[in-house]
Structures are given as structure tokens and as C-alpha cells.
């Protein structure tokens, strides 16, 4: 559980932990550049500037390593209050070394993702953007680092703010109209009033549009590889990989467990499942691998049904889902001129059709005119625009039927209240532990 001291001053390793050429030792609090300075050999660099020399131990004189060190100011930081950066050698007994000197000198250790915490608290980003940080960090392609960079620069928090302000308007005009209610005043009329609800509409609406695109990029697409027992699901799955990962094997009910693995198709990361043969298990733990093979494809962005042209009638079980399905005829190198119908004909052993087939899967589940579009990308933005967008529509409608204006303004800041919580203007203290405990220590 994270939590916030103001007075405290906080610690950590920024780089990864190991070997390396340098190690950057973060140190943010009101006591920065008191603690540093006690460390340093010289005075401090002023703000801005990096200043190089020996950090020694205070307690034993000791030179603890040589460093760079950099000063930057509150207002002026990554966290909005006074940071000093500790650039020392890479390596782990310099860093454990100084962070204990910092703690001996009362810093604490900074919990994870407590840097960006602070940089939000003190107003420096609001939460998309220290979200957007979050998946920078953890991109695994350039798409999803261009969405994060997008996001980080305010991509995202641009519009949300228009729309907080159409929205602001309409709550000023609703609550001046009823403070003067005696006196009958109108500050905008109706159709100025809906203009405005639905203009904010219209933008909300753009953002969710392309929420399943924009998470797919951020997070990949799940591709559940289903079928009967040994019409090549192990083999498809490896084919796509283009490594032997999965056991492949002429006996079926080989592959018990779900196996993964990712691949990229047009630098969006595809996670691809190996699931159990969907057949009558033979056995308990069969039993269980087709139970989760289930699960899998329930949860799956994406469905490939494996079938093969030496057992096309193989009887497997038929999943009640929702999610794409792509058919794909497996082995096709055995009967090249058999009808497959809708089917993609490959062959896993030869590598026939497959580039066919990541093509189908990338155009089933990416919408190409929404890839660089701004929009929504986490469930928890999807979920509180939704409210939002129908507080909205409940207050067009309220509008068009000359609803009283205390019920409308209500509805105005039901919407200013789900839009926030996008933004995190109002700041729910599990919803910020749950955003940031994900974070790395350090950042
Ligand atoms: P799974 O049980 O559905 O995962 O099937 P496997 O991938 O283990 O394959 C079952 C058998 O079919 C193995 O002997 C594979 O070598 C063979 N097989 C898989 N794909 C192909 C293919 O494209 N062509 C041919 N001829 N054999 C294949």
C-alpha cells in the first residue's frame, strides 16, 4: 500500500538493478539537497547543472564512489519538488553503498512507482500521463511506444479537458439558472445548451471508438490456438513463433497445460496460446488441460480453429464465445487441392499459407484508421467514459425535455465525476495504489 508523506524525502536505484557502465540513484523530498550535500565532496552544482566529484561515507570518511551529480529544483523536476540524481559506476555494491548512506541521513526508501506518484500529486502530470510512463516502460513494440509518447505528451489529456470544459459550462449555467430561478433567467438557450451537451458527446464518443485498437497496441492481442487433438495446434503455434516452443507429437492429448508465447505481426505483439486438444478427456489431468484450453479462448482476443485435411471431421468440442473465430485447414501439404471453403489453408510443416494467416489475424482485430488515433486504452478509462458519455446523453435528453435544472445539473457533474476519474482529478486513494504499485521502485 503506498503511502504518502509530504515531509518525507525518498530514495531509489532509477536504472535497473545489475552491472552496467552507470547506475542513476534518485533522491527526492524537501531534504535532497541537504542529505547530498552531507555526502558530497564540494558544494552542490546549482539547479540544472551537474557537478562531478567523491561521495563519501559521512560516518567513516570513506569514498563511497566517484559520481556526477545533478540538481534540480522543485517546480523545476520529474517529481515537482527537489530532486538530486546520483550518476555513480554500475554496480550493485556502490548503489546498496550510497542508498544506505541516504537512508543514514534520513531518506527512505521510495516505494514503487512513488516518483511518479509524487510528480502527479504535486500536479506535474495527471494520471493518464503517469499511466502513459508506465507503459513506456514496459513497451514491447514501437507502436505501443509511440502510443505511450502520444499519451505522455497530453495526447490524451488534451481533449478530456475540452470536454471537462464544455461540461463545466453547462453545470454554470444550470446552477446560475436555478440561483436566479425567481427571477426566470435564461443564460443560454436550450439549443446553445444541447449543442453544447452533445458537442462533449461527440468528443467522448471519439475517444471510445478506439479503445479495443489503442489497448490491443498497448497491451497485444490474445490468440487462443484451438481444435481437436492432432490436427497441428502445437505445430501452427511454433510455425507462427518460428521456434520449436510447443512439444509436437503424433499421439494426441500431448499438450496438457496452455503454453504462450509472442509473436509480432506488423510490430503489434500477438500472445499466442497453445491450449489442450478439445476433445473427451481420457484422463484427470486431460480433463483439466481441456478445462483451461476453454478458459483461454473465453478470454482470448482472438480464436484460431485448427482443423487438418487428414481428420476434418475430428470432433471437436464447439466454444460459445463471442470472440472472433479465424477457421484455419492445417497440413494442407498432404491434400493441396482439397476444398477448405472460408478456410485459410496452411501447412505448419512447410510454412504454406501462414503469412496469409497473420495478415487475416492482424485486419480481424486492428482497426488500421484508428492507429494513430487518440483514444482510450485501458479498461478503466473505457468503463468511467461510458458512465460518463451516458450521464450526458440522460442530460441531453433532460434538456430536450425541459427537465428541472437541479436534476440536470446532476447529471453534468456525474459526467465531470466519471471524466475525472480518467484524468484523476479526484483522487481515490485504492484506484492510485492500484495504478502505481505497478510501477517499477525508482520510477
Ligand atoms: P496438436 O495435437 O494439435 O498440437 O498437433 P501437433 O502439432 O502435435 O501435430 C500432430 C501431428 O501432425 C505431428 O506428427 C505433426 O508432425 C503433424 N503435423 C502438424 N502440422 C502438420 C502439417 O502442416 N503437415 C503435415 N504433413 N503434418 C503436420
Redesign the pocket.
Given at each position: 500500500m503506498i503511502l504518502y508523506h509530504e515531509g518525507d524525502t525518498i530514495a531509489a536505484e532509477s536504472t535497473p538493478a545489475g552491472r552496467g557502465g552507470i547506475s542513476l540513484v534518485r533522491l527526492s523530498g524537501p531534504a535532497a539537497c541537504k542529505i547530498a550535500s552531507t555526502l558530497f565532496d564540494r558544494s552542490l552544482p546549482i539547479a540544472g547543472r551537474h557537478s562531478f566529484g567523491k561521495l563519501i561515507a559521512p560516518d567513516s570518511s570513506r569514498t563511497i564512489d566517484e559520481a556526477v551529480v545533478s540538481v534540480f529544483e522543485a517546480g523545476k523536476s520529474y517529481t515537482g519538488e527537489e530532486v538530486v540524481e546520483f550518476a555513480v559506476h554500475g554496480s550493485p555494491l556502490v548503489v546498496a553503498d550510497l542508498l544506505e548512506c541516504l537512508y543514514k541521513l534520513g531518506a527512505r526508501a521510495a516505494e514503487a512507482g512513488e516518483f511518479t506518484l509524487r510528480a502527479y500529486l504535486n500536479g506535474r502530470i495527471d494520471l493518464i500521463q503517469a499511466e502513459a510512463v508506465a507503459d513506456l516502460i514496459a513497451a514491447g513494440s514501437r507502436q505501443s511506444a509511440d502510443l505511450a509518447l502520444r499519451q505522455l505528451a497530453g495526447g490524451l489529456s488534451r481533449p478530456l479537458v475540452e470536454i471537462e470544459n464544455l461540461v463545466e459550462q453547462l453545470l454554470i449555467w444550470s446552477e446560475l439558472e436555478l440561483d436566479f430561478v425567481e427571477e426566470d433567467v435564461e443564460l443560454a438557450n436550450v439549443e446553445q445548451k444541447i449543442e453544447t451537451a452533445e458537442l462533449a458527446a461527440q468528443k467522448l464518443k471519439c475517444l471510445t471508438d478506439g479503445y479495443q485498437t489503442a489497448r490491443r497496441v498497448r497491451e497485444g492481442v490474445t490468440v487462443a490456438i484451438t481444435?481437436?487433438?492432432?490436427?497441428?495446434?502445437?505445430?501452427?503455434f511454433n510455425a507462427l513463433l518460428g521456434v520449436p516452443r510447443?512439444?509436437?507429437?503424433?499421439s494426441?492429448g500431448?499438450?496438457r497445460d496452455v503454453v504462450q508465447s509472442k509473436c509480432y505481426i506488423k510490430d503489434i505483439a500477438f500472445e499466442l496460446f497453445?491450449t489442450a486438444?478439445l476433445r473427451r478427456a481420457v484422463n484427470e489431468v486431460e480433463d483439466e488441460g481441456v478445462k483451461r484450453a476453454v478458459q483461454t479462448a473465453q478470454n482470448a482476443d482472438i480464436i484460431l480453429t485448427?482443423l487438418?485435411v487428414d481428420n476434418y471431421n475430428a470432433n471437436a468440442m464447439l466454444l460459445d464465445t463471442n470472440t472472433p473465430v479465424i477457421e484455419v485447414m492445417?497440413?494442407?501439404?498432404?491434400r493441396p487441392d482439397i476444398n477448405i471453403d472460408n478456410k485459410i489453408a496452411?501447412?505448419?510443416?512447410?510454412g504454406f499459407g501462414l503469412e496469409e494467416l497473420k495478415e487475416n489475424m492482424y485486419k480481424t482485430i486492428i482497426d488500421e484508421h484508428r492507429l494513430n488515433a487518440v483514444s482510450l486504452n485501458r479498461e478503466r478509462h473505457f468503463f468511467a467514459a461510458q458512465r460518463a458519455l451516458a450521464a450526458l446523453q440522460e442530460g441531453c435528453r433532460a434538456l430536450q425535455e425541459a427537465i428541472s435544472g437541479d436534476i440536470l445539473a446532476e447529471y453534468w457533474r456525474e459526467t465531470l465525476a466519471a471524466v475525472g476519474e480518467i484524468t484523476g482529478k479526484n483522487r481515490c486513494k485504492n484506484l492510485l495504489n492500484e495504478i502505481f504499485s505497478k510501477f517499477c521502485i525508482g520510477k
Amino acid at each position: 500500500m503506498i503511502l504518502y508523506h509530504e515531509g518525507d524525502t525518498i530514495a531509489a536505484e532509477s536504472t535497473p538493478a545489475g552491472r552496467g557502465g552507470i547506475s542513476l540513484v534518485r533522491l527526492s523530498g524537501p531534504a535532497a539537497c541537504k542529505i547530498a550535500s552531507t555526502l558530497f565532496d564540494r558544494s552542490l552544482p546549482i539547479a540544472g547543472r551537474h557537478s562531478f566529484g567523491k561521495l563519501i561515507a559521512p560516518d567513516s570518511s570513506r569514498t563511497i564512489d566517484e559520481a556526477v551529480v545533478s540538481v534540480f529544483e522543485a517546480g523545476k523536476s520529474y517529481t515537482g519538488e527537489e530532486v538530486v540524481e546520483f550518476a555513480v559506476h554500475g554496480s550493485p555494491l556502490v548503489v546498496a553503498d550510497l542508498l544506505e548512506c541516504l537512508y543514514k541521513l534520513g531518506a527512505r526508501a521510495a516505494e514503487a512507482g512513488e516518483f511518479t506518484l509524487r510528480a502527479y500529486l504535486n500536479g506535474r502530470i495527471d494520471l493518464i500521463q503517469a499511466e502513459a510512463v508506465a507503459d513506456l516502460i514496459a513497451a514491447g513494440s514501437r507502436q505501443s511506444a509511440d502510443l505511450a509518447l502520444r499519451q505522455l505528451a497530453g495526447g490524451l489529456s488534451r481533449p478530456l479537458v475540452e470536454i471537462e470544459n464544455l461540461v463545466e459550462q453547462l453545470l454554470i449555467w444550470s446552477e446560475l439558472e436555478l440561483d436566479f430561478v425567481e427571477e426566470d433567467v435564461e443564460l443560454a438557450n436550450v439549443e446553445q445548451k444541447i449543442e453544447t451537451a452533445e458537442l462533449a458527446a461527440q468528443k467522448l464518443k471519439c475517444l471510445t471508438d478506439g479503445y479495443q485498437t489503442a489497448r490491443r497496441v498497448r497491451e497485444g492481442v490474445t490468440v487462443a490456438i484451438t481444435g481437436a487433438p492432432n490436427v497441428g495446434k502445437s505445430s501452427l503455434f511454433n510455425a507462427l513463433l518460428g521456434v520449436p516452443r510447443a512439444i509436437v507429437h503424433p499421439s494426441p492429448g500431448t499438450t496438457r497445460d496452455v503454453v504462450q508465447s509472442k509473436c509480432y505481426i506488423k510490430d503489434i505483439a500477438f500472445e499466442l496460446f497453445d491450449t489442450a486438444g478439445l476433445r473427451r478427456a481420457v484422463n484427470e489431468v486431460e480433463d483439466e488441460g481441456v478445462k483451461r484450453a476453454v478458459q483461454t479462448a473465453q478470454n482470448a482476443d482472438i480464436i484460431l480453429t485448427v482443423l487438418a485435411v487428414d481428420n476434418y471431421n475430428a470432433n471437436a468440442m464447439l466454444l460459445d464465445t463471442n470472440t472472433p473465430v479465424i477457421e484455419v485447414m492445417n497440413k494442407i501439404d498432404l491434400r493441396p487441392d482439397i476444398n477448405i471453403d472460408n478456410k485459410i489453408a496452411v501447412s505448419a510443416m512447410t510454412g504454406f499459407g501462414l503469412e496469409e494467416l497473420k495478415e487475416n489475424m492482424y485486419k480481424t482485430i486492428i482497426d488500421e484508421h484508428r492507429l494513430n488515433a487518440v483514444s482510450l486504452n485501458r479498461e478503466r478509462h473505457f468503463f468511467a467514459a461510458q458512465r460518463a458519455l451516458a450521464a450526458l446523453q440522460e442530460g441531453c435528453r433532460a434538456l430536450q425535455e425541459a427537465i428541472s435544472g437541479d436534476i440536470l445539473a446532476e447529471y453534468w457533474r456525474e459526467t465531470l465525476a466519471a471524466v475525472g476519474e480518467i484524468t484523476g482529478k479526484n483522487r481515490c486513494k485504492n484506484l492510485l495504489n492500484e495504478i502505481f504499485s505497478k510501477f517499477c521502485i525508482g520510477k
